[in-house]
């Protein structure tokens, strides 16, 4: 593999890894302020972590079985945010 190509997809695993957790610390913070929309925050920091953790793959499975209205709005926040992360993965 090209010395150039292991630090870009080393960057953009950091950039996914330091979004998602930005995420879920805005979450937690939102579950205390009434301001922000902590779960939502929540579920997307999942979302995102669910690319790189096997954890939080697993919690966004349990929280799809006992919540089935949700999961369809997780599905649609999945999909837009993997399209957010292949144009940011495309070679420029």
Same mark, same amino acid.
């Given at each position: 593999?090209?010395? @150039?190509?292991? +630090?870009?997809?080393? &960057? #953009?695993?950091?950039? +996914?890894?330091? +979004?998602?957790?930005?995420?879920?610390?805005?979450?937690? &913070?939102?579950?205390?302020?009434? +301001?922000?929309?902590?779960?939502?925050?929540?579920?997307?920091?999942?979302?995102? %972590?669910?690319? @790189?953790?096997?954890?939080? *793959? *697993? %919690?966004?499975?349990?929280?799809? #079985?006992?919540?089935?209205?949700?999961? *369809?709005?997780?599905?649609?926040?999945?999909? #837009?945010?993997?399209?957010?992360? $292949?144009?940011?993965? $495309?070679?420029?």
């Amino acid at each position: 593999m090209q010395p @150039e190509l292991q +630090v870009n997809i080393y &960057a #953009k695993r950091m950039l +996914v890894l330091i +979004v998602g957790w930005g995420f879920i610390l805005l979450g937690i &913070a939102g579950l205390f302020l009434p +301001v922000l929309q902590g779960v939502l925050f929540l579920v997307i920091g999942l979302i995102i %972590l669910s690319s @790189e953790y096997v954890w939080a *793959h *697993h %919690l966004l499975a349990r929280l799809r #079985k006992h919540f089935p209205r949700i999961s *369809h709005i997780a599905d649609e926040a999945a999909a #837009k945010a993997g399209n957010w992360l $292949r144009r940011l993965s $495309r070679p420029r």
